[in-house]
């Protein structure tokens, strides 16, 4: 089934293009089925670059999805036209009486800035601890998971010395774990940050599973069995030049980087970067809406009113 996005969301002709099966709205209300309900809370400069990443991997499912985008009220970004904002994005304040099967909160480019001091860091916090009472699944990346491990848990983040950026091999921990069927042993994803969190920092009561590891840039991916919740900190969603332009963004304002590591052949920026990730980028979204669909309740009313089927 398709992804259901607004007709004239910008991603749907670039979804189309790329053979995504995109529902046009008047044929899904015609449709007798439940869709999922997924929202978008998108917190990255480049909105329409990123809902498409998302749109792209979510539309690629057997299960109708209808995508919410979704955005922090107490914050204008500076890199999207407010006419796209207005025309697709709600803000919290005006969705949080809703419920959804699965909520994404994305990353942003604050991860040096201590939490307290991120401008929208106290609607945040409203937002995570309202997805307790009303998502059935979430699903946290990059700085999102940071912010939301560190809300939940108090995991902390710690500045790197120089940038984790590149492509790096990561090794599946759990291949009997629902969100990494049919992953390879090993594989690789995209890496670019300047914080980290550390194995250490985990409880030890066993509330969250590490799935996903790097030798080079340690924890990926952590699932939390009573919640419901996924924190990715890498990007698997990137699309194959999304480093490309990171580094050229950095190179062309004089700030300190490496080549990304891994990325292009032969470490030579003047040749065409190699996606290396696609596939399993499709499989961990496939296999998350997966088992949302598999466990949601019919009802939405009911979500968040029981936990106990992740219980692993």
């Given at each position: 089934?398709?992804?259901?996005?607004p007709d004239a969301l910008p991603a749907r002709e670039t979804l189309r293009k790329e053979g995504v099966m995109v529902m046009a709205e008047a044929d899904a209300v015609r449709q007798d089925i439940r869709p999922l309900q997924i929202g978008l809370l998108n917190l990255m400069p480049n909105k329409i670059r990123t809902e498409t990443q998302i749109?792209?991997?979510i539309g690629a499912t057997p299960l109708q999805v209808e995508l919410?985008?979704?955005r922090v009220g107490g914050h204008t970004p500076k890199n999207t036209p407010v006419e796209h904002l207005i025309a697709f994005y709600q803000t919290w304040e005006e969705v949080k009486?809703?419920?959804f099967d699965g909520f994404i909160i994305t990353g942003a480019p604050i991860e040096l800035l201590p939490f307290e001091e991120v401008a929208y860091w106290e609607e945040l916090e409203r937002i995570l601890d309202w997805t307790v009472t009303n998502v059935h699944s979430t699903f946290n990346i990059c700085w999102g998971a940071m912010a939301a491990i560190w809300h939940f848990h108090k995991v902390p983040k710690?500045?790197?010395d120089g940038k984790a950026f590149g492509v790096f091999r990561h090794k599946n921990l759990n291949p009997t774990s629902p969100y990494l069927s049919g992953f390879s042993d090993d594989f690789q994803i995209p890496v670019s940050r300047w914080t980290e969190i550390r194995r250490d920092d985990l409880p030890v009561n066993g509330d969250l599973e590490l799935l996903?590891?790097?030798?080079?840039?340690?924890?990926c991916l952590i699932a939390e069995k009573e919640c419901n919740r996924l924190y990715i900190f890498n990007h698997i969603e990137y699309d194959s030049t999304s480093l490309k332009e990171e580094y050229e963004r950095d190179v062309s304002a004089h700030v300190k980087i490496n080549v990304p590591h891994n990325y292009y052949p032969d470490d030579d920026p003047s040749r065409p970067p190699q996606n290396r990730w696609r596939s399993h980028a499709h499989l961990l979204f496939g296999n998350w809406i997966n088992r949302v669909y598999q466990t949601t309740p019919f009802d939405l009313d009911e979500i968040g009113n029981d936990r106990e089927w992740t219980r692993l």
């Amino acid at each position: 089934m398709p992804i259901r996005i607004p007709d004239a969301l910008p991603a749907r002709e670039t979804l189309r293009k790329e053979g995504v099966m995109v529902m046009a709205e008047a044929d899904a209300v015609r449709q007798d089925i439940r869709p999922l309900q997924i929202g978008l809370l998108n917190l990255m400069p480049n909105k329409i670059r990123t809902e498409t990443q998302i749109a792209r991997l979510i539309g690629a499912t057997p299960l109708q999805v209808e995508l919410s985008l979704v955005r922090v009220g107490g914050h204008t970004p500076k890199n999207t036209p407010v006419e796209h904002l207005i025309a697709f994005y709600q803000t919290w304040e005006e969705v949080k009486h809703r419920k959804f099967d699965g909520f994404i909160i994305t990353g942003a480019p604050i991860e040096l800035l201590p939490f307290e001091e991120v401008a929208y860091w106290e609607e945040l916090e409203r937002i995570l601890d309202w997805t307790v009472t009303n998502v059935h699944s979430t699903f946290n990346i990059c700085w999102g998971a940071m912010a939301a491990i560190w809300h939940f848990h108090k995991v902390p983040k710690y500045a790197l010395d120089g940038k984790a950026f590149g492509v790096f091999r990561h090794k599946n921990l759990n291949p009997t774990s629902p969100y990494l069927s049919g992953f390879s042993d090993d594989f690789q994803i995209p890496v670019s940050r300047w914080t980290e969190i550390r194995r250490d920092d985990l409880p030890v009561n066993g509330d969250l599973e590490l799935l996903m590891d790097s030798n080079e840039t340690g924890p990926c991916l952590i699932a939390e069995k009573e919640c419901n919740r996924l924190y990715i900190f890498n990007h698997i969603e990137y699309d194959s030049t999304s480093l490309k332009e990171e580094y050229e963004r950095d190179v062309s304002a004089h700030v300190k980087i490496n080549v990304p590591h891994n990325y292009y052949p032969d470490d030579d920026p003047s040749r065409p970067p190699q996606n290396r990730w696609r596939s399993h980028a499709h499989l961990l979204f496939g296999n998350w809406i997966n088992r949302v669909y598999q466990t949601t309740p019919f009802d939405l009313d009911e979500i968040g009113n029981d936990r106990e089927w992740t219980r692993l």
